[in-house]
């Protein structure tokens, strides 16, 4: 059981914008910024979203970060074959003084 | 360019420990902490702990305390994660990750260390 809520899955077409949410507590979300990780299968994550909607160089801008008190979300806009993978958000928890994950999120390019 | 990697796919029994190694390059070593995030089979991103390059010091995830040690050698720029008493559901692949600051993100990744624990 993770910390942070996300939907198991989500699935969209070429071109369409799809939204992962990420849900936490006061003691988290509520508290820190979020990031989130792309992750293809056998691969390392890597950093898509930092500071609730910082993109670090190289990132597309169809992809963008939101937060609002302890939820979040990432979107993606113009959803291309190559978006398909697994996203996760983390952020810092300051009641168990570490950080903490959601349990992925696996999209679905259709 | 900064890289971070990591030794090679463990296979320990249960009871045993296993020692994994990070070797970071490309950057000034003692700058940047350092974290574990491990993810066992088909699972999500569980984080470990973090250390402190220039200090040695570490917080570790509560579930870990008393299991995991983490080191560092700055001589050679290369952390170190030890985890003992091992059981089948620490099989997991490890990462290093860079954090850009104590609770910032973790910019970089290693290439992740396969442990599988296996009587």
């Not at chain 1, 008190?69 to 990432?74: C, E, F, I, R, Y």
């Not at chain 2, 574990?36 to 250390?51: D, K, N, S, T």
């Amino acid at each position: 059981q993770s910390v942070l809520s996300q939907p198991p899955s989500t699935s969209g077409t070429p071109g369409q914008r799809v939204t992962i949410s990420c849900s936490g507590s006061s003691s988290n979300l509520g508290s820190n910024t979020v990031n989130w990780y792309q992750q293809f299968p056998g691969t390392a994550p890597r950093l898509l979203i930092y500071s609730n909607n910082e993109r670090p160089s190289g990132v597309p801008d169809r992809f963008s970060g939101s937060k609002s008190g302890p939820s979040a979300s990432l979107a993606i806009s113009g959803l291309q074959s190559e978006d398909e993978a697994d996203y996760y958000c983390a952020t810092w928890d300051d009641s168990l003084s570490g950080w903490v994950f959601g349990g992925g999120t696996k999209l679905t390019v259709l | 360019q900064v890289q971070l990697v990591q030794s090679g796919a463990e296979v320990q029994k249960p009871g045993d420990s296993v020692k994994v190694s990070c070797k970071a390059s490309g950057y000034t070593f003692t700058t940047y902490y350092m974290n574990w995030v491990r993810q066992a089979p088909g699972q999500g991103l569980e984080w470990v702990g973090i250390i402190t390059p220039s200090s040695g010091l570490t917080t570790y995830a509560q579930r870990f305390q008393g299991r995991v040690t983490m080191t560092r050698d700055t001589s050679t720029s290369t952390v170190y994660m030890e985890l003992s008493s091992l059981r089948s559901e620490d099989t997991a692949v490890y990462y290093c990750a860079r954090g850009h600051g104590y609770k910032r993100h973790f910019e970089y990744w290693g290439q992740g260390t396969l442990v599988t624990v296996s009587s």
